[in-house]
């Protein structure tokens, strides 16, 4: 069953204090894990697309890897905007458009 | 340009009871996804439609029913309300289906099932 884990469920940072996210998945032929940033109250906004291990993407603060298993999202020098829940998801090579997301990660920065 | 936009943003209903949600995708995108988000927990598939025909269904009961209009809006109807569909309906549009996971979001549409 294709199946993604995120890890920790909650992450308390001081601002400027780099961290890093997990995400683990299992899935019958990845043909794509995708990172969104959902603030409290709204729709999750597209950050990063991966597609295969060892591939790379950067934005600002953050930066997603990947590996066969598993996603990290890093955060460097965070600020209290960054504040948010960073959700993982996946896309099977044999269900279509369809996206199987993590519970996501809800990351708080203190000043 | 405008976003993807859902309706109603919030709305009470009782057990039982039937609710039609509402989306319009970004202009010019022709593929409308839907997914429910219960508090705590990552989206949950429910619907994708391209081109007006159902190109994917998720694990949810035959209560939950959807269309696509000519114009891409879409629609996500749900009958005999239960407690458990309490949730945030999520409604994210793309220019095709299949091929990428870039979704676009609308804020989504607040569901309390008393």
């Known amino acids: 069953e294709d199946q993604v884990t995120q890890s920790p469920e909650a992450l308390r940072l001081q601002e400027g204090e780099s961290s890093s996210l997990n995400c683990s998945y299992t899935?019958?032929?990845?043909?794509?894990l995708f990172w969104y940033r959902q603030d409290p109250g709204k729709g999750p906004e597209f950050l990063f697309t991966l597609y295969s291990a060892g591939e790379e993407k950067e934005k600002e603060r953050l930066k997603a890897t990947l590996t066969k298993k598993e996603s990290f999202l890093h955060i460097t020098a965070p600020k209290p905007e960054d504040s948010a829940t960073y959700l993982c998801?996946?896309?099977?090579?044999?269900?279509?458009?369809?996206?199987?997301f993590g519970q996501g990660t809800e990351l708080s920065v203190k000043p | 340009d405008a976003g993807v936009t859902q309706s109603p943003t919030h709305l009470i209903k009782t057990r039982g009871q039937h609710v039609t949600l509402r989306c319009s995708p970004i202009?010019?995108?022709?593929?409308v996804s839907w997914y429910q988000q219960v508090l705590g927990q990552g989206p949950q598939f429910i619907f994708q439609?391209?081109?007006?025909?159902?190109?994917g269904r998720g694990n949810f009961p035959d209560r939950f029913s959807a269309r696509q209009f000519p114009n891409y809006s879409s629609e996500l109807n749900v009958n005999a309300l239960l407690l458990g569909d309490s949730a945030l309906y999520l409604c994210?549009?793309?220019?095709?289906?299949?091929?990428?996971?870039?979704?676009?979001f609308g804020e989504g549409s607040r569901l309390t099932v008393l």
């Open positions: 439609y391209y081109e007006k025909e159902e190109r």
């Open positions: 994210a549009s793309s220019f095709i289906t299949g091929d990428t996971g870039e979704l676009f």
């Open positions: 202009s010019g995108h022709k593929s």
């Open positions: 998801a996946v896309q099977a090579g044999n269900q279509g458009g369809k996206l199987i």
């Open positions: 899935v019958s032929g990845l043909r794509g």
